[in-house]
């Protein structure tokens, strides 16, 4: 029996814009399927990132929690140009936790938040 494993990412109404967002950086990325609820948010939606798969949906759910630094997204790129362009777009209105920098395992490294609550950890391979 076949088996996948795709990362599912719950928002609270910015599902769409996320996607939009971060298919927007990456190359090999587009949104694949949303489909709506009444009230115009996103009820599931596929998307792909540099080849791979993930959903979302908007929470119909008021609920207390968010996303957390614990599981992140973790971005290679080929250089500084690009390690530039991916961190900046999405730092921009989030939280940054780590500084860019060289943290000895990677001549740049940085960690942050973007403005939806997803963790991405950005790296020069």
């Not at 298919?23 to 587009?30: A, D, E, G, L, V």
């Not at 971005?75 to 209105?93: C, H, I, P, R, T």
């Amino acid at each position: 029996m076949a088996q996948t494993i795709t990362t599912f990412l719950l928002f609270q109404g910015q599902a769409e814009e996320a996607m939009k967002l971060y298919t927007s950086i990456f190359n090999n990325s587009h949104i694949d399927s949303v489909r709506y609820r009444e009230d115009g948010k996103v009820e599931q939606a596929r998307f792909t990132l540099a080849g791979t798969e993930y959903m979302c949906i908007d929470s119909p759910i008021p609920h207390e929690f968010t996303f957390t630094p614990a599981v992140s997204l973790f971005v290679q790129v080929d250089d500084e140009v690009q390690f530039d362009k991916v961190y900046s777009v999405l730092s921009e209105g989030g939280k940054v936790l780590m500084e860019p920098g060289d943290y000895g395992f990677s001549p740049k490294f940085g960690w942050c938040n973007d403005r939806f609550g997803v963790s991405w950890q950005v790296t020069i391979k």
